[in-house]
């Protein structure tokens, strides 16, 4: 693919989650520094085994990559060096200059035994060490998770809003459904710790909308997303199925949610059939007059980068050249830390 950006562009990833932005060789050494047994018999095994593969099981093997990943950053140390890595790596192999990057800390606490808070800071301080080396603006979103009771979430957000001021910008929730329930998961119970979050100044983003887009029923994926505007959010991971329910693609445009598009973790998940859907949807949301703006999910476990999301889309006609680049400005701007001073001591 030939690149659409010049090579000194610099690029605005909003949505990636610390447990797929990794490179294998960080997390391989990590896992060893830190004593973990790592069921994979070599390096190689191990770094394919991290990386989604076309027509694997879809949202299940990314859940399953995701555990390894989560365990082996299950520390503060594992979450500095990641954090540090994560963004230090996307400037220098993507010029990512604006980075969110987002993580459950309570998936990295090895079930309560370690603090909470302690992870935290780690994070923390994995961001001032890669803004103190690298002319980025970078920031965590503190994700629930769909499976956590409410007391747990409760305990992210608190989090969340504990170390607003100290590099959190937002919070999210992923992950499976409780208990393999099906959707619709009950996102209007959010409400009160939304409206915490807000109060406190942080962004919100919510995963919705990712799956559904060729399901026999997509009502109750639609549901969902429904009820994720109903809660006043900022932006929402994913939301692809808006392309296919004119209701919701006017309500995003009506009250201004970015959507954050990851063209080839959709492709790999098998959320969207084919490249030709993914360029459709993306077509069709601007279209609609929907905002939208490109991630990557988590470069390393996707097995793509930022730049390669946009060349696909403007391959694929979804996207002009020119739009593109109006497409990144955008993300620089619809970044919680737009707002934000840079930080770092390279970056005044
Ligand atoms: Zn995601």
């Known amino acids: 693919m030939s690149a659409v950006f010049p090579q000194d562009l610099p690029l ?12 294998a060789a960080t997390m391989w050494e990590l896992a060893h520094q830190q ?3 790592v069921p994979h018999r070599d390096y190689w095994e191990f770094a394919e085994a991290t990386s989604v593969g076309l027509g694997t ?4 093997g990314l859940n399953r990559i995701y555990q390894l990943t989560e365990l082996i950053q299950s520390s503060p140390e594992g979450v500095e060096v990641s954090v540090h890595g994560m963004i230090g790596g996307a400037y220098r192999s993507q010029r990512i200059t604006t980075h969110e990057v987002r993580f459950n800390p309570a998936k990295r606490n090895r079930g309560g035994e370690r603090d909470l808070d302690a992870i ?13 080396e690298y002319p980025v603006r970078a920031g965590l979103i503190l994700m629930m998770d769909r499976s956590f ?4 979430n409760e305990a992210v957000v608190e989090r969340a809003i504990r170390f607003r001021d100290r590099g959190v910008v937002a919070i999210d929730i992923g992950g499976p459904r409780p208990r393999g329930a099906g959707a619709p998961y009950p996102y209007r119970d959010l409400a009160p710790l939304v409206a915490r979050a807000r109060e406190a100044g942080l962004g919100v983003t919510l995963h919705a909308g990712e799956e559904g887009v060729n399901a026999p029923d997509p009502g109750p994926y639609i549901e969902e997303m429904h009820q994720v505007i109903d809660l006043g959010v900022d932006r929402i991971g994913h939301g692809i199925i808006a392309a296919f329910e004119p209701r919701l693609a006017e309500r995003l445009a009506e009250q201004g949610v970015v959507l954050e598009i990851c063209p080839t973790s959709n492709l790999k998940t098998g959320a969207v059939r084919d ?20 991630g990557t999910d988590g470069p390393e476990m996707i097995g793509t980068r930022l730049r390669a999301e946009y060349s696909f889309l403007v391959g694929r006609g979804a996207l002009s050249p020119t739009e593109a680049v109006e497409m990144n400005a955008a993300g620089h701007r619809a970044s919680f830390l737009a707002d934000e001073p840079f930080r770092g001591a390279r970056a005044g």
């Open 12 to 23: 605005a990833e909003l949505h990636a989650h610390l447990g797929g932005g990794v490179d």
């Open 35 to 37: 004593g973990i047994k």
């Open 57 to 60: 099981d879809g949202l299940d």
């Open 120 to 132: 935290v800071m780690a994070a923390v301080h994995g961001v001032d060490r890669a803004t103190l």
């Open 149 to 152: 009771t409410a007391e747990l």
């Open 275 to 294: 490249h030709e859907q993914m360029a459709e949807i993306v077509y069709g949301l601007r279209a609609a007059g929907v905002q939208v703006v490109l």
